[in-house]
C-alpha cells in the first residue's frame, strides 16, 4: 500500500466512525439522554471526517438548524478537499 491509499484508508474510517456518532448522538437526542458535546462533534469534522458528518447531517437530519453545523461542516468539508489534493499532489 502506497502513501496516497493510507492517506485515503485513514479518511474513509475517520468519516465512517463520525457517521456512527453523529448517528448515535441522534438516537440520544430522541431519547432524551444524555448527548456527545457540540464540540466533539465539530472536533471529529474539523479531523478529517466532514464528509461524515455531512452525511450525517443528511442522512439523519441532525444538528441542520445550527448555524455553526449547517454552514462550517460544508466549509470544513471544501478545506479538506483542499488538503487531500495537496497531500496527494505531494506525497
Not at 438516537?27 to 471529529?44: D, F, H, S, T
Amino acid at each position: 500500500m502506497n502513501n496516497p491509499q493510507i492517506v485515503l484508508l485513514v479518511i474513509l474510517v475517520i468519516n465512517l466512525l463520525t457517521l456512527m456518532i453523529y448517528g448515535i448522538d441522534k438516537w440520544l437526542a430522541i431519547k432524551e439522554m444524555r448527548r456527545v458535546p457540540e464540540k466533539y462533534l465539530i472536533l471529529l469534522a474539523v479531523f478529517c471526517g466532514s464528509v461524515g458528518a455531512w452525511s450525517s447531517m443528511l442522512l439523519f437530519h441532525h444538528k441542520t438548524k445550527k448555524y455553526l453545523f449547517s454552514i462550517g461542516v460544508p466549509v470544513i468539508f471544501v478545506l479538506q478537499i483542499v488538503g487531500v489534493f495537496f497531500l496527494l499532489k505531494y506525497l
